[in-house]
Nanobody, 114 residues
Framework: VQLVESGGGLVQPGGSLRLSCAASGFTFSRYTMSWYRQPPGKERELVASISSIGGSTNYADSVKGRFTISRDNAKNTVYLQMNSLKPEDTAVYFC????????WGQGTQVTVSS
């Protein structure tokens, strides 16, 4: 089983990034997929989730209206489009597959700074 995140980097405030998480080794289309983040010195927190067929999404209040989670079950990939980025969005971003098992990726660093 692998979850491989990509797309992180350094971006200026107000900028955008698109994170991708490529899955393999399990039946991707059966799993709820989520993005979490862990800011420096803080606990990991849920950012967004999307149901197995993509019909239902939910977001942390701090990212509503700025971030969009989506998935492509044909490509076994989940995405996080991040717009209007703020310095407080700086964190390591992880994807997670949930139910029936739980799998985590290794994370990708997002730094928002001028």
């Amino acid at each position: 089983v692998q979850l491989v995140e990509s797309g992180g980097g350094l971006v200026q405030p107000g900028g955008s990034l698109r994170l991708s998480c490529a899955a393999s080794g399990f039946t991707f289309s059966r799993y709820t997929m989520s993005w979490y983040r862990q800011p420096p010195g803080k606990e990991r927190e849920l950012v967004a989730s999307i149901s197995s067929i993509g019909g239902s999404t939910n977001y942390a209040d701090s990212v509503k209206g700025r971030f969009t989670i989506s998935r492509d079950n044909a490509k076994n990939t989940v995405y996080l489009q991040m717009n209007s980025l703020k310095p407080e969005d700086t964190a390591v971003y992880f994807c997670r597959a949930y139910y029936p098992a739980v799998y985590w990726g290794q994370g990708t660093q997002v730094t928002v700074s001028s």
